[in-house]
């Protein structure tokens, strides 16, 4: 739960096929891999563990943001 009392249930998935490493960023809802929120390809695991990990960030930030303008 975050400081405005919003919980976010978003969970990254990272793999590797055909030579390349993906991940996406998907709701607990709907977890299936044909609608993700977001996704790419990397040359590495960790390139793409990094950018899973910045967008659920830059996508908690602007939820975070959006509530709380609303509130003001």
């Known amino acids: 739960m975050n400081d405005l009392g919003v919980e976010v249930h978003l969970h ?26 977001w996704c790419g390809s990397y040359q590495s695991q ?5 950018a899973a990990c910045a967008r659920i960030a830059a996508m908690q930030l602007a939820n975070t943001t959006r509530l709380s303008e609303q509130a003001s």
């Open 46 to 50: 960790r390139a793409a563990i990094d």
């Open 12 to 37: 990254a998935r990272v793999f590797r096929t055909a030579g390349e490493w993906y991940a996406d960023v998907d709701d607990e809802l709907d977890p299936q891999p044909d609608d993700p929120f």
